[in-house]
């Protein structure tokens, strides 16, 4: 257990459907990210979040959306998603936004677009 | 963009062998980290290194920096099957905030 939980684990979710990935953090951090993870490619940093105010925004397309409502949760919305959306998006917490801490991941949540 | 390269890619070895992986970088650093994986989980942070700093240990892991050469390694010592994952390196850049991965090490430590 790294302090950092995600759900769903699993999620199946049609071109047109709407979902929300949730992410939560019990470490007292300040800062939360997404990432996005393909097979055989980096892990792709996607949004940052410090203090509640998103800092990095990785050019991602619009139909990701993220919501942080206080720093203990991190929300990722989804929306017509494309097939090769699917991926592994895990949820990492550090306990600043500077990049000098190490990040506590969560297990992730496996993603499969239909 | 891609900062850090891990190499081998992959890395097959038996029980009680060591394992070295090499991670090289582009751009001037702050500091490194490795982090290991196993498969289809989150990942976990096994050492952070700044750039003012030579060599660090972790129990069985040592993990090097050379900034000159731009690269770092990982040896993990007397490996054990439950070694077996992927590990990846993240670089800081200097002035930068965003912590980048490379594609990883997939290790295997066969029994």
């Known amino acids: 257990e790294t302090g950092v939980t995600q759900t769903p684990r699993h999620l199946v979710m049609g071109m047109t459907n709407k979902k929300s990935l949730k992410c939560e953090q019990h470490?007292?951090?300040?800062?939360m990210y997404w990432y996005k993870q393909s097979a055989k490619k980096p892990l792709e940093l996607m949004f940052v979040y410090s203090l509640e105010e998103r800092v990095e925004n990785n050019s991602v397309p619009s139909r990701f959306s993220p919501e942080c409502p206080n720093s203990s949760h991190l929300f990722l919305h989804l929306h017509t998603l494309q097939p090769e959306d699917s991926a592994l998006y895990l949820c990492?917490?550090?306990?600043?936004?500077?990049?000098?801490?190490?990040?506590?991941f969560g297990p992730g949540t496996r993603l499969t677009v239909t | 963009s891609q900062q850090g390269e891990e190499d081998p890619q992959a890395l097959s070895i038996q029980e009680g062998e060591n394992a070295t992986m090499n991670c090289s970088y582009k751009t001037s650093i702050n500091n490194l980290q490795w982090y290991r994986q196993n498969s289809g989980r989150g990942l976990v942070h096994l050492i952070l290194?700044?750039?003012?700093?030579r060599e660090k240990h972790s129990g069985r892991l040592r993990v090097t920096l050379d900034t000159s050469k731009k690269s770092s390694s990982l040896l993990i010592t007397a490996s054990r099957a439950a070694d077996t994952a992927s590990y990846f390196c993240a670089t800081r850049n200097t002035g930068g905030f965003k912590t980048i991965f490379g594609a990883g090490t997939r290790l295997f430590v066969k029994a």
């Open positions: 470490l007292g951090h300040n800062a």
């Open positions: 290194i700044r750039s003012n700093e």
């Open positions: 990492a917490s550090s306990q600043d936004g500077t990049g000098e801490r190490e990040q506590y």
